[in-house]
């Protein structure tokens, strides 16, 4: 991508959890397939002080742990010489009152690339941060023109989220700002709609008429040892259910785009989200995985959520009546990240098709999955049915190169793309939705580590039952 401007990156939270597990990862990829602008340096910003080549350690360590690098890659290795020398560091924080090194660092970088430089800030820092660097860059002269990745949660209320919001779009224009959802830059989801718009089979089949439930289940084996204070003051519900599965289930539910345009993507989904009914609380199940209290960092008497299981409503002529299931917890059974319509059984002779009958299904895990399951006669004598499955994998279509989803969206901060990002307009119909499981939440339900959570979110699958789990096939 070499028309691409000389490009200065500041990832603010450079020493954290997420820049080591995430975003690095994602900058060594982009490098490695040739995405990155010729020119570029990326400005590790943090509370301590660091030499430049200390932080190249870190980078380095985090590369051997989370990338390639110490696979005995031979390529990875040569990469790592390039990418190591555009490496600096700014320490002493960052903050309105003090910028640290940074101001001294980016001058240095600017003297470097020549020219003019786009900026491009990456905020991995907690949430509470957000504020005070946004008002650092507005004081110190670094928000005019730059692009700005904001990591979730963006607010933990709608009211936070609000404060947040006009603050950031005081500082900055709608057009700068990047708030990341890493669900949506996964390749499965991106081919949501592409699986449904380009293919007249699928378009015809996604409405009220022949879908009986959509499924969105995000189970995971993880614990949450590595974040526990984090999680203990967040819970699956702000952590997965107002963010990602939300989205989701606007990637499913958006009318047909005027194109794909990236503009126009995003208005279809968020259209879909003005959409969505209050969460009824007698519909949301809450859990918490036995044991998580004696985790160090966890209040003994804690009623976080590590579970959550919620039914959606999407009142438009499409959806309407049409149950959204949307699932996620840790310590569970096993880990999957699935979009499923289940379709309504045909007229017809066949009244009991054998498991859950016809299923799309898409795996969001990886570089994704499409599996159809049909009902088709059993081989043998007798007219018996059967339930069969034929799978797509998305990394097999030819001359495809997939994009692990920071490095995609990544990519798509650096041409200016935001389709797969959210607006505040979007979150603000997101938190509306979410508000009433604040308000009112539901009595925590305890589940065993390595189950399908508490039985109590059995009933809001039915009738068609969990496709995970579920035990029908």
Known sequence: MTDLPATAFVLFGATGDLSRRMVLPAFFDLAGQGLLPADWRLIGSGRGERSDEEFTDLARAALEEFGPLGDG????????????GRLRFAGGGFSAEDPGTLRDVLEGVRGDLGGDVQLVHYLAVPPEAFDDITRGLQRHGLAEGARVVYEKPYGTSPETFRELDDLVLSVLDEEQVFRIDHFLGKEGTQDLHVLRFANGMFEHLWSREHVAQVQIDVPEELDVAQRAAFYDATGAGLDMLVTHLFQLAAEVAMEPPASFAPDDLRRAREAVLSCFRPLDTGEVVLGQFDGYTGIDGVADDSRTDTYVAARLWVD??????????????KRMAASEQRVSLLMRVPEGPVT???????????????????????????PGPDLALARATA???????????????YASLLHDVLVGDRSLFTSGDGLAQAWRAFAPLQEDPPAVHGYAPGSWGPA???ALAEPCGWLLGDGRG
């Not at 438009?316 to 917890?329: I, Q, S």
Request: hydrophobic residues 40%; glycine residues 12%.
């Open 73 to 84: 890659d031979g390529d990875a290795e040569r990469l790592w010489a390039d990418f190591a």
């Open 316 to 329: 438009t002529d499409r959806w309407r009546d049409v149950p959204f299931v949307l699932r996620t917890g």
């Open 352 to 378: 009991d098709p054998p498991g859950h009958g016809n299923v799309l299904s898409l795996s969001l895990s990886g570089s994704g999955a499409v599996d159809l399951a049909l009902v088709a006669k059993q």
């Open 391 to 405: 799978t797509l994998e998305l990394a097999d279509v030819p001359g495809g190169t997939p994009l692990p989803p």
């Open 456 to 458: 109590e979110a059995e």
